[in-house]
């Protein structure tokens, strides 16, 4: 008996260790789709303009949307090549910028949503949305852009609202990275709006946003730890008929 109590004690200090490590284990993974912009070609920008794209040419994933208002027309985005009209070449990381987007129209409307849902397997639950951003002019008075993140389960019901804030950056020669952690709900509708904030001067010069990442922790499957859980039940079944076994012939 003292054995059998023995490899008992064992197999529940292993079970606990798997589950701990299997909690442990979580990935961090970006929920954003072509979150670089790096996913369109942009072959022929004019002399003044990036290459303007419909939001089902841009966004095959059904990601983004919202595009509001441009000055030339409405329901387009518009996408730069790295280093185009001066635009930094490098990121906050580092790293080359390849593409990015501007968004270029009428100061209070030029607008472009992200729509993320949140996985069912997501711990701890929150999320943190990152990402770059520039202009080429700046608004002293006043934030270059605003950010409004809001959330409703099942995307059904009243959003609740997370952030919604102005942002500036303190360089026009450099992209600035910014953060934002919030709270969400395995199954949340996660919607990020980005857009410029009432400004004089050229209303053109809009804001142009690069790296968009929203970052959450998700954990592997349960079903793996109860595979586990039910192998360790079986060998703790079998070393205890091992143990009656050995008892009944001695």
Same mark, same amino acid.
Request: aromatic fraction near 8%; proline fraction near 2%.
């Given at each position: 008996?003292?054995?059998?109590?023995?490899?008992?004690?064992?197999?529940?200090?292993?079970?606990?260790?798997?589950?701990?490590?299997?909690?442990?284990?979580?990935?961090?993974?970006?929920?954003?789709?072509?979150?670089?912009?790096?996913?369109?070609?942009?072959?022929?920008?004019?002399?003044?303009?990036?290459?303007?794209?419909?939001?089902?040419?841009?966004?095959?994933?059904?990601?983004?949307?919202?595009?509001?208002?441009?000055?030339? =027309?409405?329901?387009?985005?518009?996408?730069? &090549?790295?280093? #185009?009209?001066? /635009? $930094?070449? %490098? +990121?906050?990381?580092?790293?080359?910028?390849?593409?990015?987007?501007?968004?270029?129209?009428?100061?209070?409307?030029?607008?472009?949503?992200?729509?993320?849902?949140?996985?069912?397997?997501?711990?701890?639950?929150?999320?943190?949305?990152?990402?770059?951003?520039?202009?080429?002019?700046?608004?002293?008075?006043?934030?270059?852009?605003?950010?409004?993140?809001?959330?409703?389960?099942?995307?059904?019901?009243?959003?609740?609202?997370?952030?919604?804030?102005?942002?500036?950056?303190?360089?026009?020669?450099?992209?600035?990275?910014?953060?934002?952690?919030? =709270?969400?709900?395995?199954?949340?509708?996660? &919607?990020?709006? #980005?857009?410029? /904030? $009432?400004? %004089? +001067?050229?209303?053109?010069?809009?804001?142009?946003?690069?790296?968009?990442?929203?970052?959450?922790?998700?954990?592997?499957?349960?079903?793996?730890?109860?595979?586990?859980?039910?192998?360790?039940?079986?060998?703790?079944?079998?070393?205890?008929?091992?143990?009656?076994?050995?008892?009944?012939?001695?």
């Amino acid at each position: 008996m003292k054995l059998f109590r023995t490899v008992r004690r064992v197999v529940i200090l292993l079970l606990a260790l798997y589950c701990h490590c299997w909690s442990a284990n979580a990935v961090i993974t970006n929920l954003v789709v072509n979150s670089e912009f790096e996913n369109n070609t942009v072959t022929s920008p004019g002399v003044s303009d990036g290459e303007f794209f419909t939001d089902s040419t841009f966004d095959t994933a059904g990601q983004w949307g919202g595009f509001g208002n441009n000055l030339v =027309t409405s329901n387009l985005v518009e996408l730069w &090549q790295e280093g #185009f009209l001066s /635009s $930094p070449t %490098t +990121g906050s990381d580092g790293a080359a910028t390849g593409q990015h987007l501007e968004l270029r129209g009428q100061a209070n409307n030029a607008s472009v949503t992200l729509n993320i849902d949140i996985p069912l397997n997501v711990s701890p639950l929150s999320a943190t949305l990152r990402f770059d951003s520039w202009f080429r002019v700046t608004d002293i008075a006043d934030a270059d852009g605003t950010i409004r993140i809001r959330r409703r389960f099942n995307n059904t019901g009243a959003w609740i609202t997370e952030e919604n804030s102005g942002f500036s950056n303190s360089s026009l020669t450099a992209w600035e990275a910014n953060s934002y952690t919030f =709270t969400v709900a395995a199954g949340d509708r996660v &919607q990020v709006r #980005f857009r410029n /904030s $009432p400004r %004089t +001067g050229d209303v053109q010069q809009g804001l142009h946003l690069d790296d968009v990442q929203l970052l959450v922790n998700i954990i592997p499957e349960a079903g793996s730890a109860g595979t586990v859980l039910l192998a360790l039940l079986l060998t703790a079944a079998a070393l205890r008929q091992r143990f009656h076994q050995v008892s009944h012939t001695g």
